[in-house]
């Protein structure tokens, strides 16, 4: 399985970007679909976003459409979430997940148990 480790967290103001990367070690990491979730104090393990092992679909949480951006750079074994017009609501731990790549397509990307690898997260505070 594919290893994963998330960097660029940190505290950011509202209205704020930040950008999230996740470097996977493993040859086989252009074969995984990617996710990207959070998960607030107190609260359950969500889903944020997705992107086919070739990166030619995505698909978001209705919270983060039109904010969040996610890639992803396969000779680089790298996936991306790009955050902008951050919100206190955002303020989360991020993880990044491998889902195996037929998975995508069944749709069923949005369930954290689908996911076979998990990175240890990073926090992310949206705070003024």
């Known amino acids: 399985q594919v290893q994963l480790v998330e960097s660029g967290g940190g505290l950011v103001q509202p209205r704020g970007s930040l950008r999230l990367s996740c470097a996977a070690s493993?040859?086989?990491?252009?074969?995984?679909?990617m996710g990207w979730f959070r998960q607030a104090p107190e609260k359950e393990r969500e889903f944020v976003a997705a992107?086919?092992?070739?990166?030619?679909?995505?698909a978001y949480a209705d919270s983060v459409k039109g904010r969040f951006t996610i890639s992803r750079d396969n000779p680089k074994n790298t996936v991306y979430l790009q955050m902008n017009s951050l919100k206190p609501e955002d303020t989360a731990v991020y993880y990044c997940?491998?889902?195996?790549?037929?998975?995508?397509?069944?749709?069923?990307?949005?369930?954290?148990?689908?996911?076979?690898?998990w990175g240890q997260g990073t926090q992310v505070t949206v705070s003024s």
């Open positions: 997940a491998a889902l195996p790549g037929g998975a995508y397509y069944s749709g069923t990307f949005y369930r954290p148990t689908e996911y076979v690898s």
């Open positions: 992107i086919s092992w070739t990166g030619d679909s995505t």
């Open positions: 493993g040859r086989t990491f252009s074969s995984y679909a």
